[in-house]
């Protein structure tokens, strides 16, 4: 950076919860020339001090990406997630129940003061969002240029709308089942446009492709040979939730249809006799699921969250999440499933509104309008809505964040920023390439 011409100094938060943030991007080339950017550990995470419950090799939630499908499947979810949550309760100590977003923002304020900046310029993506969304509320004289990024509701993250939502799981409340719903959609209809898609079948339904191939993967696997010469088995499990990491970026598109048409036909009649060929699967889910079902990232979202007390509830909720958006969302509603007993409940000091504090600057605030697999695109304009004077920002694609995805989103960061200015209302911003089109 060049100091000479500092600007001032950008904190960053990636998503999570319970990721790390110390090591921050450039953000954009014009924004690392003329700021610092600083990222940091939230408290519980990573170098801050980070919670642990777990003193033996193996201990820990159940495995990321393992929700259950069956009545023993959930069995065994709920009691390996109750055993969890009480080595929790035994081994984290008093750090357990402070890790609400309101504690994280006011260390966040301090880290503000420690640099010597008056207001906060700040960018967090996924949950990184919400904490922009509460450190807007909790300090708004404080605010310069504050950009989010994949935004959660925050209503629905902490207590819901409706007294009776506060009931709910809040990873169902969030409906991130219905924004990956929608970015497959998106995924698919452009597979159909495009000869260069692996997946495409002319004159065939495919999302009804999509549904037979997770038909037959429930009734029974698929092993597959992975680029290292290992053998893999390929869950429905595994391929909802393949196809959920990869659907975060549009540009994963072909290496998600690839991995969708080799199941599809590994997966038909007949088919257990040929040799299996090599796949590449498609990455983990990241941003605000990246770190989740460790104890870090749980102790963020329950000390955060309104939710049931009964864990024998979050199949129901499960079931009629699958019914919006299949597979995703079981795997986005168990996600919360140690929160039913969660020790002492939420923190005491969490922040659920108000959510429309008047702030010394608008906030600027990204979503992507075709479809986001974590961070539903309505939550991005809603949260425009309930904002003092903030401004919605969108770019016409699917995936989770929009920085780094195309021109005109990397110019407005840059204007905002730089100067303070806000993209005109109603912006809608093209994506750099097209769901297929080859990376640079």
Same mark, same amino acid.
């Given at each position: 950076?060049?100091?000479?011409?500092?600007?001032?100094?950008?904190f960053?938060?990636?998503?999570?919860?319970?990721?790390?943030?110390?090591?921050?991007?450039?953000?954009t080339?014009?924004?690392?020339?003329? +700021?610092?950017?600083?990222? +940091?550990?939230?408290?519980?995470?990573? *170098?801050?001090?980070?919670?642990?419950?777990?003193?033996?090799p193996?201990?820990?939630?159940?495995?990321?990406?393992?929700?259950?499908?069956?009545?023993?499947?959930?069995?065994?979810?709920?009691?390996?997630?109750?055993?969890?949550?009480e080595?929790?309760?035994r081994?984290?100590?008093?750090?357990?129940?402070?890790?609400?977003?309101?504690?994280?923002?006011?260390?966040?304020?301090?880290?503000?003061?420690a640099?010597?900046?008056?207001?906060?310029?700040?960018?967090?993506i996924?949950?990184?969002?919400?904490?922009?969304?509460?450190?807007?509320?909790? +300090?708004?004289?404080? /605010?310069?240029?504050?950009?989010?990024?994949?935004?959660?509701d925050?209503?629905?993250?902490t207590?819901?709308?409706?007294?009776?939502?506060?009931?709910?799981? +809040? @990873?169902?409340?969030?409906?991130?089942?219905?924004g990956?719903?929608?970015?497959?959609?998106?995924?698919? *209809?452009?597979?159909a446009?495009?000869?260069?898609c692996?997946?495409r079948?002319?004159?065939? *339904?495919?999302?009804?492709?999509?549904d037979?191939?997770?038909?037959?993967?429930?009734?029974q696997?698929?092993?597959?040979?992975?680029?290292?010469?290992?053998?893999?088995?390929?869950t429905?499990?595994?391929?909802?939730?393949s196809?959920? &990491?990869?659907?975060?970026?549009?540009?994963?598109?072909?290496?998600?249809?690839?991995?969708?048409?080799?199941l599809?036909?590994?997966?038909l009649?007949g088919?257990?006799?040929?040799?299996?060929?090599?796949?590449?699967v498609?990455?983990a889910?990241?941003?605000?699921?990246?770190?989740?079902?460790t104890?870090?990232g749980?102790? /963020?979202?329950?000390?955060?969250?309104?939710?049931?007390?009964?864990?024998w509830?979050? @199949?129901d909720?499960?079931r009629?999440?699958?019914?919006?958006?299949?597979?995703?969302?079981?795997?986005?509603t168990?996600?919360?499933?140690?929160?039913?007993?969660?020790?002492g409940? @939420?923190?005491?000091?969490?922040?659920t509104g108000?959510?429309?504090?008047?702030?010394?600057?608008?906030?600027?605030v990204?979503?992507?309008?075709?479809?986001?697999?974590?961070?539903?695109?309505?939550?991005?304009?809603k949260?425009?809505e309930?904002?003092?004077?903030?401004?919605l920002?969108?770019?016409?694609?699917? &995936?989770?964040?929009a920085?780094?995805?195309?021109?005109?989103? *990397?110019?407005?960061l840059?204007?905002?920023?730089?100067?303070?200015?806000?993209?005109?209302e109603g912006?809608?911003?093209q994506?750099?390439r097209?769901?297929?089109?080859?990376v640079?």
């Amino acid at each position: 950076m060049d100091q000479e011409r500092k600007l001032g100094t950008i904190f960053y938060n990636p998503g999570g919860p319970g990721g790390s943030g110390r090591i921050a991007p450039a953000l954009t080339p014009e924004l690392h020339e003329r +700021f610092d950017i600083v990222g +940091f550990d939230p408290r519980g995470v990573g *170098d801050s001090t980070g919670l642990s419950c777990f003193t033996e090799p193996g201990d820990g939630f159940h495995e990321v990406g393992s929700f259950p499908v069956t009545p023993e499947q959930e069995r065994v979810t709920v009691e390996d997630t109750a055993r969890g949550v009480e080595q929790c309760a035994r081994n984290a100590g008093p750090l357990l129940q402070h890790t609400s977003t309101a504690n994280v923002a006011r260390d966040l304020d301090l880290l503000r003061q420690a640099v010597g900046e008056d207001r906060l310029d700040y960018y967090g993506i996924s949950y990184g969002s919400h904490l922009g969304t509460v450190y807007a509320n909790l +300090f708004p004289e404080r /605010v310069g240029s504050v950009a989010i990024d994949a935004v959660l509701d925050p209503i629905e993250w902490t207590t819901g709308y409706r007294p009776e939502e506060a009931f709910d799981p +809040f @990873s169902f409340r969030l409906g991130s089942y219905g924004g990956a719903q929608q970015a497959l959609r998106t995924f698919l *209809d452009a597979c159909a446009a495009d000869e260069r898609c692996a997946f495409r079948e002319p004159g065939t *339904d495919l999302l009804g492709k999509y549904d037979a191939l997770l038909d037959r993967l429930l009734a029974q696997p698929v092993t597959i040979t992975q680029p290292d010469g290992s053998p893999l088995e390929i869950t429905y499990q595994a391929a909802t939730t393949s196809t959920l &990491g990869a659907l975060y970026g549009a540009s994963t598109s072909p290496r998600l249809a690839e991995f969708l048409q080799q199941l599809h036909e590994l997966s038909l009649p007949g088919a257990a006799a040929a040799p299996a060929p090599v796949v590449s699967v498609p990455p983990a889910p990241q941003g605000w699921a990246g770190a989740l079902r460790t104890e870090q990232g749980l102790s /963020v979202m329950c000390n955060d969250s309104s939710n049931p007390g009964n864990p024998w509830v979050w @199949s129901d909720y499960a079931r009629r999440a699958d019914e919006v958006g299949r597979g995703f969302g079981s795997y986005w509603t168990y996600l919360s499933l140690g929160c039913a007993n969660w020790p002492g409940g @939420s923190d005491a000091d969490r922040y659920t509104g108000p959510w429309d504090r008047e702030t010394s600057a608008p906030v600027l605030v990204i979503g992507n309008r075709q479809g986001d697999p974590a961070t539903p695109y309505d939550d991005a304009r809603k949260v425009s809505e309930l904002l003092s004077d903030a401004r919605l920002l969108t770019l016409d694609s699917f &995936g989770h964040g929009a920085r780094g995805e195309s021109a005109c989103i *990397d110019g407005a960061l840059n204007a905002y920023f730089a100067d303070g200015a806000l993209p005109a209302e109603g912006t809608i911003c093209q994506p750099d390439r097209g769901p297929f089109d080859p990376v640079p």
